[in-house]
């Protein structure tokens, strides 16, 4: 037996090196090969390989695809081949459990299958070389990113000579388009240490990604699947994902922090698994070309205070419609905002008082325009005096591609007698482990924070995967950045009033706030709050005083 699979071993070598050199022969045409349906159970006959592949991808099993994503060199690609025509083969392949193979699989390995199918010793499928094809595809990822690199050093060797970014790049392709110095002041931002810190440190954040990434219950969304992370930073999104056991991460960030990520990915031992672009989302479509519609499983932390400050969503919802597949797990998939009235406990006003005696001073001119910026601080729960109303929905499988803005109206009735002097707005995320869920059927967001003890895998080390999961339904994972819950980095966002307003319980204010990009810098918010106090006696009607107050959320 041993001496047949060497034979069948050495056959199979010899007729991939043929093919592989066969195209410099005149008169050989590989596409006139007859060619036999690639499942058996499938009696049809085709002129050519390419026609019987067309015919698999129609059935829902794309060959080329699953060379590529699985990274299959030629010989596992024969194995596959003659896998799925087996006979023996129990139970029998069907085009939707090819496509969900991993990689993993012993059969792929297994110089057995290397023995020729009865029937199909000289089928057109045994003929095309899938496996170059898919390297050509890595080739060409590769060349564009060189280019792009290139393009880069040529544009910052002419900034530092004072020449024009045309006479740089004239002798080049076309270089991707040049961001704002906007976003160059923003991804500057994230090259610093510090802010990676503060955001690692922030357990509500980063174990609440862990949970959902590395729960047993969600192991078949990551495992063996292509993920993407949308401003990877660090890199440590992308090393639970590995850790998860995907099969490709492709880790994105247009910061300088890019180099560290990919620095941190070596370390960890999964550079075979994690790869780190440095770029723009909207400027690497000619880099990550070979994964439009690939990618299974697109996560990201994109939140910003207020939740759309620093405007990165857009940069995500662009990933998604390019490269996650239609049933593609979006991590996280859906966000709300939401609204209190607030008195002061402490922290509301404390901007304000701060000038009221400074060193046995007072400087009221100091506080002028602090009423016209939001705050961002972590506000008692005691200063909440109203039942939260949610501002926006943001769903974000189906979002359009942009900054989100909207008109909300919201109600808000004062549950105690006191002075409101201003309202504060916090936001809750969800994970969902299927795609496209409603709202309505998602479970309530979880107050408490998510514990250590609590995530599968965090005892590991450095390349260590998590064992293997049976599959199943999946887990929800949720948490909260409001005053009831555990602090956050995030905090809350205080927008004062100016003139407060004197409530009793049962006090309502009715107020509407419009939330829209800033004229002058596109990644700040503007947002105004139109409200009235409603305290009449009910039947009574009156036309209430209606007051409106604009900040800049910066």
Not at 57 to 62: I, L, P, R, S, V
Not at 193 to 214: C, E, K, P
């Amino acid at each position: 037996m041993a001496m047949d699979l060497e034979g069948a071993r050495e056959q199979a070598e010899e007729q991939a090196l043929w093919d592989k050199e066969d195209n410099n022969f005149d008169g050989w045409d590989d596409e006139d090969v007859p060619t036999r349906a690639l499942f058996p159970d499938d009696a049809a006959t085709f002129p050519n390989a390419e026609a019987a592949l067309q015919h698999a991808k129609e059935q829902g099993c794309d060959v080329r695809q699953l060379v590529a994503r699985l990274q299959l060199d030629t010989l596992q690609v024969i194995r596959l081949i003659n896998y799925i025509r087996r006979p023996a083969t129990q139970p029998r392949p069907t085009p939707l459990s090819i496509m969900q193979l991993t990689g993993h699989e012993s059969f792929l390995n297994d110089d057995a299958e290397l023995q020729p199918v009865p029937g199909y010793e000289n089928d057109g499928l045994l003929q095309l070389d899938l496996a170059e094809e898919a390297t050509g595809q890595d080739v060409q990822s590769e060349l564009a990113m060189l280019r792009q690199a290139y393009n880069e050093l040529r544009l910052q060797y002419a900034a530092r000579l004072g020449i024009t970014s045309a006479d740089a790049v004239d002798a080049t392709p076309a270089a991707a388009p040049v961001s704002t110095n906007v976003d160059k002041m923003y991804f500057d931002s994230y090259a610093g240490h510090d802010i990676h810190q503060t955001m690692i440190a922030d357990t509500v954040r980063t174990l609440s990604y862990a949970q959902f990434i590395l729960s047993p219950a969600n192991a078949h969304l990551i495992r063996g699947k292509t993920v993407m992370d949308v401003g990877c930073g660090s890199g440590i999104l992308s090393l639970f994902c590995a850790r998860a056991g995907a099969k490709q991460v492709l880790a994105i960030d247009a910061s300088d922090v890019a180099e560290r990520a990919k620095a941190n990915v070596e370390e960890n031992g999964f550079s075979h698994v994690i790869r780190v672009f440095r770029g723009k989302m909207e400027e690497l479509d000619e880099v990550l070309a070979p994964w439009a519609g690939q990618v299974d499983f697109l996560v990201s932390e994109w939140m910003g205070y207020f939740l759309l400050y620093e405007s990165m969503l857009p940069s995500v919802l662009y990933a998604r419609d390019r490269y996650l597949k239609p049933n593609g797990i979006l991590a996280p998939s859906h966000s709300r905002m939401v609204i209190a009235a607030a008195t002061d406990k402490g922290v509301l006003c404390e901007r304000l008082r701060f000038w009221d005696q400074v060193h046995g001073f007072h400087m009221p001119s100091m506080t002028q325009g602090l009423m016209d910026e939001a705050a961002t601080e972590d506000v008692e729960a005691a200063s909440i005096v109203s039942e939260p109303a949610t501002l926006c929905d943001l769903p974000l499988e189906s979002l359009p591609v942009r900054q989100p803005e909207f008109t909300t109206p919201f109600r808000l009735t004062i549950t105690k007698p006191c002075t409101v002097h201003g309202f504060v707005s916090w936001f809750d995320t969800w994970f969902a482990p299927r795609a496209h869920e409603p709202f309505r059927e998602l479970p309530p967001v979880r107050i408490s924070p998510v514990q250590p003890n609590e995530v599968n895998g965090l005892h590991l080390h450095r390349q260590d995967v998590v064992p293997e999961s049976a599959s199943t339904p999946g887990e929800h994972v949720s948490f909260t950045t409001s005053p009831f819950g555990k602090p956050t980095h995030w905090k809350q966002t205080i927008f004062l009033l100016k003139t407060p307003i004197e409530a009793q319980a049962g006090t309502i204010v009715d107020g509407e706030m419009r939330v829209y990009p800033s004229k002058t810098n596109e990644r700040e918010l503007e947002v105004e709050l139109h409200y009235g106090v409603d305290e009449r006696p009910m039947g009574e009607k009156r036309v209430a005083t209606r007051m409106i107050q604009v900040y800049s959320v910066r």
